[in-house]
């Protein structure tokens, strides 16, 4: 008997990415016999990682909205609609070739193109929202979509309430494991058991503001006597690498974290972006967290994500433009306050859904048997 196949599109970063290879494990484990083919955008990270990851991946000419009004940025927005026709064309010859059963998107600047062509075709489609915010693409694509899966309360007024089922976003399966391997995790990065450690995330590409914060506190952090672990993003790294060399060993400094499990389980206190997988992790590890929301998001989507956390006493927020006076100030504040990281730390692990990736993967097969 044939397996189900499956067209899963999207990407761009590893908010996207990474939940997307994990509905792909899950439909995996319900059905070995499943097809499953990643639609991505040439040149973004989705390209790289997906193959790493088992799957084969096909790649649209499509780029996204510059956010920035500089030259270069406008030139880019001239070609966006010739690209996004052509983008069109490129998915509707993809579909047409792999002839899915249900195409699932997931975000990213692939993922209208293909969803939009399967749904002219008329095959099901599902909408996997991570946001607590949802972004115009899938306003529009949600009123053809079989399923909407989501990760926050109160997204009726954006979608069909009788489409949306409330799953949570998936997380790579290791992520579940952090809370029983914190002595390996300290071991790996030759850390003491007797020092806590703070880790810095600023998404899989990095973020400038969160990075001149930390570099800016190094020194009061050491003087603490702290543990760092902290991802920085290629390109600051690259930039940056020749005034890594001097740090002392308690900090360690990466371009990409991949063993994400043994970063979250050495870590007393996050620092990190407040996208949608960010968030989802620190839910599932329970891990005391100083959300600093990125201002150049479509519809300041970080900061929703991170006020639903305030809202429920889960996290801190620091505002982007006060990152670089009060961030590290506030990190050693609340690793230093025990009472408050037990007070997050229980919070936050109340919200997390561990079983997403699992329902999100039955939800897929329910839609091709309806």
Known sequence: MEGLKIIISGGGTGGHIFPAIAIANAVKEKDPQAEILFVGANGRMEMEKVPQAGYQIKGLNIAGIQRSFSLGAILKNLSFPF??????????????????????????????????????????????????????????????????????????????????????????????????????????????????????IGGSLGARTINESIAAGLKKIEEKGYQLIWQTGKTYFENHNSQFGSLNSSFVVRPFI???????????????????????????????????????????????????LLAKNAALMVDDKDARDILVETALQLIEDEQKCFQLKNNIKQLGRPNAAAQIAQEIFNIKQS
């Open 83 to 200: 690209k996004l026709i052509n983008s069109v064309n490129e998915a509707s010859n993809i579909i047409q070739a792999f002839k899915p059963d249900v195409v699932v998107g997931v975000g990213g600047y692939a993922s209208g193109p293909v969803l939009w062509s399967a749904q002219k075709k008329g095959i099901p489609t599902l909408i996997q929202e991570q946001n607590g915010y949802a972004g115009i693409t899938n306003k529009l694509l949600a009123k053809r979509a079989g399923k909407i899966c989501v990760a926050y309360e109160g997204l009726e007024k954006y979608f069909p309430k009788d489409k949306i089922v409330f799953t949570g976003n998936p997380v790579r399966k290791d992520i579940l494991d952090a809370d029983l391997v914190r002595l390996p995790a300290l071991l790996h990065y030759k850390f003491s058991q007797d020092k806590k450690t703070i880790l810095v």
């Open 258 to 308: 991949k063993e994400m499990h043994w970063a979250y389980a050495a870590a007393d206190v996050v620092i990190s972006r407040a996208g949608a997988l960010s968030i989802s992790e620190l839910c599932l590890v329970g891990k005391p967290a100083i959300l600093v929301p990125s201002p150049n998001v479509a519809e300041d989507h970080q900061t929703k994500n991170a006020k639903a």
